[in-house]
Structures are given as structure tokens and as C-alpha cells.
């Protein structure tokens, strides 16, 4: 898949998630074979503002690119003033988030809340490809609700205002993250436009990568919440898409290796105190299916150290030695 003038190499990307994929884990990701990374949801106003939460969040590091930011907003002048902003930092290009359900994004007009206003979507998006030389790609939802199946329609408009690809979450903003994916809805958006087209949504393995690949004809996959505490997804889905081969499953050991990687990483890009409090979600998520995971999964609810973190690892060692 080419984007711009960025030829994408492998089989799916790491897709963005608002406090999960942090730098840490970008780069765990993209070391195991993350196609490219996404960084988190940044408000253009925040980042118009000067605001400097909003402004970290475009920094981007060698380690994990290729490089997307991604921007949400209402306004197509502080749409357009943010991405000035986020050039600066030399992305590989730039995001425009019209499928974020958070009550937070959609309720103040941004994220998949632009699904119900077609114009404002393609306005916006015209004013980004205007406002700066890097490509820009759009992710959107299958429309707002059932009754309001519209992708096909926004996928037309962010084209002809210039967009470089879309990525498809196969949802409404309804269903949340509710099972169930419109493959259908996908791949009429693929048929529909000329640019590449991005597909998201329960993409968790080889065989739901290649499947997903095959019912919509999509250009490319992402990977969300499948990679959260397994960031081997991306090497499993890259061997079976190369030519079938089921990869093993990650030992234990080198589960506990990659999770304590990402924590190290978490410690030295952020405030101490905030990485620990982080670590604990990121920690369960590693632990997921072993032996006395439940057990240990309320242990990281604790977690107020590395070395808490270690004794954890440890007693996972311990309980699941004979695997």
C-alpha cells in the first residue's frame, strides 16, 4: 500500500487508542511488526491553544515509524491551524479522527460525531490537505447508527477534498465496541473510491487478518485492542499473510520480557508516578490467559513499583513453569 508518496510495507498497522497506545507502546509494537503506528487523539484546539498535553502528543520518534498523528475537531480553521502545528514535528502524515465514540470527542462535534454532518467532514478535510504538504488519511465508522449508514458517502466527499487513504472501523458509533462487524459497509467503500482503503475492526490474528482482507478487498488492516498486552499480533499476522504459517504462541517468558520492555519505556518518556498508575492496565493485559491470571490481574491493581511489577512477574513465572 502506498500512501502519498510512502510505500507501507507488511500486513496490518497498530491503530490508535486514546490512553493505551502511548510511545511505549508504538515502539514494543512496531519492533514486532507493526506496519506503521498511530499516535493518540489530540484535540486541535488543545494543540491550537498551546496547550502542552495536546502538543506532546505529536512529537513522534525514529522507533516507531512509520509516524501518523491524528487530530480531532469541529473546525475547519482549527483543524487546519493543528496540522501546521503537527508538520512541524515531520509525521509521515497526518490523521483525521471522524470515528472516536468517546462522549467527550462526539459530544463536542469531533470524532464520529462528523459522521451526521457530511459537509463539515469534507470541509474540514479540505482545509487540512490545503493547510499542508503531508498526506492526509481520514478514519471513520460505518455511519452514526444503524439507520444512518453514511461511510459511503463521507469515504466520496474526503476524497474529493483531497484525502491520501480511510480507514474503516467496521462499526456505528452506536455499537461502541459491540461484537459485530459490517464487512459489507466496508467493502463498498473500497469499491467506491480510488484512494486506499483501511480496514478496522476484530482483526486479532492471522486468520481474521487474511479474512478480512479477502471479504472487503481492503487495501490494508488495523489492529486495535487485539495488540494490548500482545504485541507478537502484528509478527503472527505478517508470517500467515506471507504464506499461512501459524506462527507459535509467545512463551511466557517472552510475554513477561515484551511487558516489562514497554514498562521500562513507559518509565523513561513519562512522569514516573503516571507510568506505574499506567503500567497496571498494560500488566494485565500481558497476563491475559496464563495460569492465575485472575489472581495476579487484582495484584496489578496494586501495583505502586517496578519491583511490584517484577514479584508479579515472577509469581506468573512460577505458576506457569511446567507450560
Known amino acids: 500500500m502506498k500512501i502519498g508518496n510512502l510505500e507501507i510495507k507488511g500486513y496490518a498497522a497498530l491503530a490508535p487508542m486514546a490512553g493505551v497506545a502511548d510511545r511505549a507502546m508504538r515502539e514494543i509494537c512496531r519492533a514486532h511488526g507493526a506496519a506503521y503506528t498511530v499516535g493518540e487523539l489530540t484535540s486541535s484546539k488543545g494543540v491550537s491553544l498551546g496547550d502542552r498535553k495536546s502538543g506532546s502528543f505529536l512529537a513522534c ?25 503537527a508538520e512541524k514535528f515531520n509525521p509521515n502524515f497526518i490523521d483525521i479522527n471522524m470515528g472516536c465514540p468517546a462522549p467527550k470527542v462526539a459530544g463536542n462535534g469531533g470524532g464520529s460525531a462528523l459522521l451526521k454532518n457530511p459537509q463539515l467532514a469534507e470541509d474540514i478535510v479540505r482545509a487540512v490537505v490545503n493547510a499542508v504538504s503531508l498526506p492526509i488519511t481520514v478514519k471513520i465508522r460505518t455511519g452514526w447508527d444503524e439507520d444512518s449508514i453514511n461511510a459511503v458517502e463521507i469515504a466520496k466527499r474526503v476524497e474529493a477534498a483531497g484525502a491520501a487513504a480511510i480507514t474503516v472501523h467496521g ?77 507459535a504462541p509467545p512463551t511466557i517468558e517472552q510475554r513477561l ?9 513507559m518509565l523513561k518518556y513519562k512522569d514516573p508516578h503516571n507510568a506505574i498508575m ?33 514479584a508479579i512477574c515472577q509469581k506468573a513465572l512460577e505458576g506457569n513453569k511446567d507450560l
Open 61 to 85: 520518534f525514529q522507533a516507531e515509524r512509520p509516524f501518523v498523528s491524528q487530530l480531532f475537531g469541529s473546525e475547519p480553521d482549527i483543524m487546519a491551524d493543528a496540522a501546521r502545528h
Open 171 to 247: 462499526r456505528t458509533r452506536k455499537q461502541m465496541y459491540a461484537p459485530g462487524i459490517d464487512y459489507k459497509t466496508i467493502s463498498e467503500v473500497k469499491r467506491a473510491v480510488k484512494i486506499p482503503v483501511i480496514a478496522n475492526g476484530d482483526v486479532c490474528d492471522g486468520k481474521s487478518a487474511k479474512y478480512m482482507y479477502e471479504v472487503t478487498g481492503t487495501d490494508f488492516v488495523m489492529v486495535g485492542r487485539a495488540a494490548m498486552g500482545n504485541p507478537f499480533v502484528f509478527e503472527q499476522i505478517n508470517a500467515y499473510m506471507k504464506d499461512g504459517t501459524i506462527l
Open 257 to 265: 520480557d515484551a511487558m516489562m520492555k514497554q514498562i521500562e519505556l
Open 278 to 310: 499506567e503500567s497496571r492496565k498494560h500488566t494485565a493485559w500481558y497476563l491475559k490467559g496464563m495460569r492465575g491470571a485472575a489472581a495476579l490481574r487484582r495484584e496489578c491493581g496494586e501495583i505502586s513499583s517496578i519491583d511490584d511489577i517484577k
